[in-house]
């Protein structure tokens, strides 16, 4: 028979009745997909058939060892239940009953509103790239007994495209000692209820049936990161500041933040700077504006680029963000109201129509936003897999043998940044683990890091990749059309070239 070992399980387990979500979330190894299903039984024999429950998966194959590891548990536990391979279900001989589903899709869900789960479990939430899923299918969590528990579990380790909404979410503490624990108060404003949250942080080395079995595990993890610091973090320690498929891996807010005041004298960008922005606009989804900054920096007298403010909203109408991103640049301390020589924006608003209310059928986004923004619009370089490398060149940095920074980076922002800071920070490569792309995933959070790149490959690239001077590669038919005409001699040399010079000697020493 299971039972919890001290720590991590037991006190998830003693959660159950105080927290209505719970994620429990670690290193690897560390007991969280037994908890998982146990949670679930602890509650089958008090409410039979009134206990139902879905557990969720992001992909199918690898469901499967959570559904051999169930069999190993309940087939013990509670003698004479059956597991249905078609629908993936768990039939308990008082009627309780537990599904399985691998929700590939976000659209997945819809196929389970209307349908009441008083137990509703996810194992490893952040392969979730966003928050949707998790929060409509709230609503599922319900039940028409009266006393009946409700409370939704999730597991998970670092790494995943959803961790940044889900560190948001659940307030995961920076510090990767911490064991979390701290109980999350959230008050409904409709109904004056209160719904509960928490993180408690589990550990391999709490799990002591696993490391009796496995004495080696630990360092069997150890050589699978294969010397990558980071995957040490993540997978041994549990960090959930690292993890596994980051994509800006050079971004760091201790390096890339500083404050205005620390930039400029008086916290005011001097005239010489140089002023841009980028848009990228969201339908239905967010638009987020960046206020950015280019000139020399005065300690290092090298050019960086600096984000001084950002906007970031959503549900809006093309006017009614095109007014407050106005409002933001004229009313931007640090700016002082100075409008953006060029504003980089996803080409997507030349061709989307603008609302129909009061305004022409013919009008586009793009005409909302430089009529009633001011802004000098200009269809942004959207070459993703070029722009993502650039700016991860622009993030770069470099520490000497004794911690002094030899290679700075040449982009900064303002803290006051948030939006930017958050998805900067927990943009990951798209495809899995086994298989990542060079590009970002773009089912999670990217608004700020797209804009981003709008601006680094419109205002930056261009100085930094201009075309080479071709003249210098001309061929002999060129170069004896320059000789012949005066106009044109320097041209072809670099040099003046006497007119009274014999042309075949030129040619012939120009061939030599």
Not at 19 to 27: A, I, P, S, T, Y
Not at 342 to 361: H, K, L
Not at 481 to 506: F, G, H, Q, S
Request: aromatic content about 14%.
């Amino acid at each position: 028979m299971w039972e919890p070992q001290d720590g991590f399980q037991v006190d998830a387990l003693e959660a159950r009745y105080v927290v209505d979500e719970l994620f429990g979330g670690g290193n690897r190894g560390g007991g969280k997909s037994d908890w998982l299903l146990e949670d679930f039984a602890s509650d089958v024999e008090k409410w039979g058939s009134a206990w139902k429950g879905i557990l969720f998966r992001k992909t199918f194959s690898q469901f499967r060892e959570l559904i051999d590891r169930s069999k190993e548990l309940f087939h013990d536990q509670f003698p004479g239940s059956e597991f249905k391979e078609g629908s993936l279900t768990w039939h308990f001989p008082n009627g309780s009953r537990l599904q399985m589903f691998h929700m590939a899709e976000d659209s997945d869900a819809e196929k389970h509103l209307g349908i009441s789960y008083p137990w509703i479990g996810y194992d490893e939430l952040p392969h979730w790239p966003n928050a949707g899923p998790y929060k409509r299918l709230k609503a599922c969590n319900r039940s028409a007994v009266k006393g009946l528990p409700r409370r939704i579990r999730s597991t998970g380790n670092p790494g995943g495209a959803g961790l940044a909404w889900i560190k948001d979410y659940f307030q995961i503490p920076n510090d990767p000692s911490h064991p979390g624990g701290e109980l999350i108060k959230i008050l409904d404003p409709d109904t004056k209820t209160t719904r509960t949250r928490m993180f408690l942080r589990s550990s391999m080395f709490e799990n002591k049936i696993f490391l009796e079995a496995n004495p080696d595990y630990p360092a069997t993890v150890r050589e699978a990161c294969e010397g990558n610091e980071q995957l040490e973090l993540a997978w041994l320690q549990g960090n959930f500041n690292v993890f596994f498929g980051k994509f800006f891996t050079s971004f760091d807010p201790e390096i890339h933040s500083i404050e205005p005041s620390e930039l400029f004298n008086n916290g005011t960008v001097p005239e010489d700077w140089r002023v841009y922005g980028a848009l990228d606009y969201g339908e239905s989804d967010y638009t987020w504006f960046g206020l950015f900054l280019v000139g020399n920096h005065p300690e290092t007298n090298q050019e960086i680029s600096y984000l001084a403010g950002e906007y970031y909203r959503r549900g809006l109408w093309p006017s009614e963000y095109a007014g407050q991103i106005r409002d933001m640049v004229h009313n931007h301390p640090v700016t002082r109201g100075r409008n953006p020589e060029r504003v980089f924006a996803d080409t997507s608003i030349w061709y989307t129509r603008a609302e129909a209310g009061g305004n022409p059928m013919d009008r586009m986004v793009s005409d909302i936003f430089r009529n009633q923004a001011d802004l000098r619009l200009e269809m942004a370089n959207k070459n993703r897999i070029s722009g993502w490398r650039f700016l991860k060149e622009c993030l770069a940095w470099k520490r000497n043998a004794t911690g002094d920074l030899i290679k700075y980076p040449k982009l900064y922002y303002s803290p006051d940044c948030h939006h930017f800071e958050r998805t900067m920070s927990h943009a990951v490569y798209a495809g899995d683990e086994d298989n990542p792309k060079e590009d970002i995933n773009t089912r999670q959070e990217e608004h700020p890091c797209d804009g981003t790149r709008y601006f680094v490959m419109g205002a930056i690239a261009p100085r930094k990749f201009q075309k080479e001077d071709k003249s210098k590669y001309l061929t002999m038919g060129d170069i004896k059309r320059r000789i012949m005409n005066p106009n044109l001699r320097k041209e072809a040399y670099y040099v003046p070239v006497p007119e009274n010079d014999n042309i075949d000697l030129l040619i012939n020493e120009m061939v030599d």
